[in-house]
């Protein structure tokens, strides 16, 4: 009975794997049109959307991770191998907000506050957080960028094996 719910469980997991290969490039053009549209349009009017088509790529490539992990199962072939794929899915932008977010909590925002009023400095407090926000946007259009060259390289990788396998199962064939 355990060995017929292994076999199920595996073939789910393969038809999801495959599933997940094919949703890679979709993503890769999805990845392309943020990447263009951050760069070139104004796309703040769109920001919920173009969020969740990220965090949507980023969970593509956690899953793809995963499997991939599933057929390595060595730590140091898997980082050897899948290194640009574990920086594409690692949110630097999210570290460095939650970061500035700390050090704020912790200098006494309150009291801080009150003596830029004060002293006449809130509009240099308000471009520094503009300053700020410029660069984490830059930081996030970065992290999609790195995204993008993963999945480009993953999506040739793939057809060059698909293509391996095919050979290597017509040469079977023919023997």
Do not use: C
């Not at 977010?101 to 004060?118: P, R, Y």
């Amino acid at each position: 009975m355990a060995k017929l719910k292994n076999t199920k469980l595996n073939k789910f997991l393969e038809k999801a794997e495959n599933i997940v290969d094919v949703l890679i490039f979709p993503a890769t053009i999805l990845l392309g049109f943020l990447i263009i549209g951050h760069l070139f349009f104004h796309f703040a009017d769109y920001e919920p959307y173009a969020t969740i088509a990220d965090y949507f790529i980023i969970s593509l490539f956690v899953v793809d991770l995963v499997f991939k992990w599933r057929h390595t199962h060595n730590l140091k072939k898997f980082f050897k191998y899948y290194w640009l794929d574990i920086i594409a899915v690692f949110p630097f932008y999210l570290i460095t907000r939650t970061y500035l977010g700390f050090l704020q909590l912790i200098g006494g925002a309150e009291l801080q506050e009150v003596l830029h009023t004060i002293a006449g400095l809130r509009q240099s407090q308000i471009l520094k957080e503009v300053k700020v926000i410029r660069t984490l946007r830059g930081i996030k259009l970065g992290q999609r960028i790195i995204r993008f060259i993963a999945l480009r390289f993953r999506t040739t990788h793939n057809k060059m094996l698909h293509r391996y396998a095919a050979r290597q199962r017509k040469q079977l064939r023919k023997k």
